[in-house]
């Protein structure tokens, strides 16, 4: 189990939740590909898509709806401040996660996080 997984697992049984993550391998880079791994529905996927806040400097965390994208400008409203494309680095630094594999919970440091109904 990597390093990763029991950060998510531990966040998980922290909140009180007995949920066992999926552990999916490379093949599922999209979330139609991790929906059809997992035999469930696009939108039960949970997808994190992080941007850089162009003033704070800081990772910002999106959940949307497998099926859903996020609207770059209706995203740096809600945030607040203009957002641009976050890079491995800071994805890396501020999650802990590798870029393309950010899960929801368990990130190294506290993170904002905004998610989509």
Same mark, same amino acid.
């Given at each position: 189990? !990597?390093? !990763? ?12 939740? /007995?949920?066992? $993550? +999926?552990? +999916? ?9 991790? *929906?059809? *791994?997992?035999?469930?529905?696009? /939108?039960? #996927?949970?997808?994190?898509? #992080?941007?850089? =806040? ?6 910002? +965390? ?7 994208? %996020?609207? $770059? ?13 976050? /890079?491995?680095?800071? #994805? ?5 996660? *590798?870029?393309?594999?950010? @899960?929801? %919970? =368990?990130? +190294?440091?506290? #993170?904002? @996080?905004?998610? /989509?109904?």
């Amino acid at each position: 189990m !990597s390093k !990763s997984l029991k950060r998510v697992m531990a966040a998980l049984s922290d909140a009180g939740l /007995d949920i066992m $993550p +999926l552990e +999916l391998g490379p093949e599922t880079r999209t979330a139609q590909q991790a *929906a059809d *791994a997992a035999g469930c529905a696009l /939108d039960q #996927i949970a997808k994190s898509v #992080i941007f850089a =806040g162009q003033t704070s400097g800081r990772a910002i +965390l999106f959940i949307t709806a497998g099926g859903n994208r %996020v609207d $770059p400008a209706k995203a740096s409203a809600v945030a607040g401040e203009p957002l641009g494309k976050a /890079d491995a680095a800071l #994805i890396r630094a501020q999650t802990g996660f *590798a870029i393309g594999g950010v @899960a929801p %919970v =368990g990130h +190294l440091t506290p #993170i904002t @996080a905004f998610f /989509d109904p």
